[in-house]
């Protein structure tokens, strides 16, 4: 008999790229890679691929636990996903992280930037709607786990001091504010009025490339120096700093191993997160072909860094399809990677993870001196529950925050790879100007300004095909 050309897997809903209706979709293996396939009444047949490692892709469905949900949902569930976003009452995760845009104004015009923020576009929220929309988040998540202060380029706010002061009063556990730089690298009085609001407050800091063409075709600008310049500051003040990677094929995605090995030389960075580029927004000079996967980025990483494994890397467990992560100590000068210690089964049973390992008298000398209960010469027990979240809770009695490492690969899925399943588990989100919550995904596809939510009210009349 006949065979098709692909191994069938899955079945999801999708969108269609184009005009952005739901659509169904399989998912399928052929070629080495996974590829959704969907059909368009009006745009036909369209094939994506979503992730070049079949074995990882399977493997990503031990990862998944049981839901965590916020304390309140803020929206019913009439259309169906994704079209009653805010959250509705279908959502399957609460606010991990939670993205606060306190102004759409940017001092820079990223060719490349989901917000499309300039120096001229939109306006600076005031303090009053600022402190609405955290109340908002403080109603869902009674403590917040992570909120980031965001724009358009949010040291630009004229009140911004007063909004972090705000923020501090509330029950965060982790503040940060996301930034290009530009303020810090000329500003080390800012920097160091930043450093006074640690513990408990981070830097997420915008580094692309060490290259000036890359960095000209999606910032617009050589920011080389800038970079360097507000690390500088940071590392002085040791105010605690993510970077963060935009990512696409064929331009930085090379540049993976060496942003890694930079950071760890670095005394202020915890880690680093790589985004591969949404198709949303302002996309001067992207192309389909440019188009990153998770698994892309996961493999590079390998391909590209020492330092770790492919036990290293692993799904996790709030939104196994869009995040990876691996966790490091950083101990006299030496990097000792810690997931790779993880087994899921264990994971998904315990708050609290036993790590079991290897026979290095090293490692197990350090662990021994840091964590509180130890059990067995191969078995330590150690304080960091959560462990693959975005946070662990450290409470080891000599280990800090400033020995923990961290890579996070961080996928946000577009109109192309739109999968409903993962996006009902999205646990990234950004408080609306009308105080909705929406998942990063889908705030970009369909609620980010007038015309698209004049879209939606027409896509949600249209059945699913």
């Not at 184009?18 to 293996?29: D, G, Y």
């Not at 490091?328 to 993880?342: H, N, Q, S």
């Not at 089964?345 to 021994?368: K, Y």
Request: proline residues 6%; hydrophobic residues 35%; charged residues 25%.
């Amino acid at each position: 008999m006949p065979e098709r050309p692909y191994t069938y897997y899955d079945f999801t809903l999708s969108l269609c790229p184009h005009c952005l209706r739901r659509v169904e979709a399989k998912i399928v293996f052929q070629d080495e890679a996974v590829y959704m396939l969907k059909r368009c009444p009006e745009h036909g047949r369209q094939k994506v691929r979503i992730a070049s490692d079949i074995e990882y892709y399977k493997q990503i469905r031990n990862y998944v636990k049981q839901s965590e949900v916020p304390r309140r949902f803020n929206t019913a569930t009439h259309y169906g996903c994704p079209y009653d976003c805010g959250l509705c009452t279908d959502h399957e995760q609460h606010s991990c992280l939670t993205v606060v845009e306190i102004t759409d104004r940017c001092n820079l015009t990223c060719p490349t930037c989901y917000a499309e923020s300039s120096p001229t576009h939109g306006r600076h929220r005031t303090l009053e709607e600022v402190e609405q929309m955290i109340d908002t988040l403080v109603a869902n998540e009674g403590e917040p786990d992570v909120v980031q202060i965001s724009g358009g380029e949010p040291t630009l706010h004229p009140q911004f001091w007063e909004i972090l002061d705000m923020c501090k009063r509330k029950p965060i556990k982790h503040l940060m504010v996301n930034t290009n730089g530009v303020r810090l690298a000329k500003d080390e009085e800012f920097v160091a009025r930043l450093a006074t609001y640690m513990p408990a407050f981070e830097v997420y800091l915008q580094f692309d490339s060490f290259r000036e063409d890359v960095l000209r075709q999606m910032r617009g600008r050589d920011l080389r120096q800038v970079r360097l310049d507000a690390l500088a500051h940071l590392n002085k003040y040791n105010l605690s700093t993510t970077l963060v990677a935009t990512l696409q094929k064929g331009l930085n995605d090379d540049e993976m191993g060496q942003i890694i090995d930079f950071a760890l030389k670095q005394k202020c960075v915890r880690g680093v997160t790589f985004q591969p580029t949404q198709a949303a927004g302002r996309l001067d000079h992207f192309s389909d072909e440019g188009r990153i996967s998770l698994t892309d980025v996961r493999t590079g990483i390998l391909e590209q860094s020492p330092v770790f494994s492919a036990d290293d890397l692993l799904p996790v467990p709030c939104n196994p399809d869009a995040l990876a992560m691996a966790y490091a100590l950083k101990l006299d000068g030496e990097v000792y990677p810690l997931t790779r210690y993880i087994k899921p089964a264990e994971l998904l049973q315990n708050s609290r993870n036993t790590i079991v390992f290897e026979r290095d008298p090293r490692l197990q000398g350090h662990l021994m001196r840091m964590f509180s209960t130890a059990n067995t010469v191969d078995t330590v027990t150690p304080e960091l529950n959560q462990l693959l979240c975005c946070l662990p809770l450290v409470q080891a009695p000599t280990l800090r925050y400033e020995n923990l490492f961290r890579i996070i690969i961080l996928q946000f899925m577009d109109a192309w790879n739109f999968d409903v399943r993962a996006v009902k588990k999205s646990c990234v989100h950004i408080v609306s100007k009308d105080n909705k919550i929406i998942p990063f995904e889908t705030m970009n596809i369909f609620y980010r300004d007038q015309p698209k939510q004049e879209r939606l009210e027409v896509l949600r009349d249209i059945p699913v095909l």
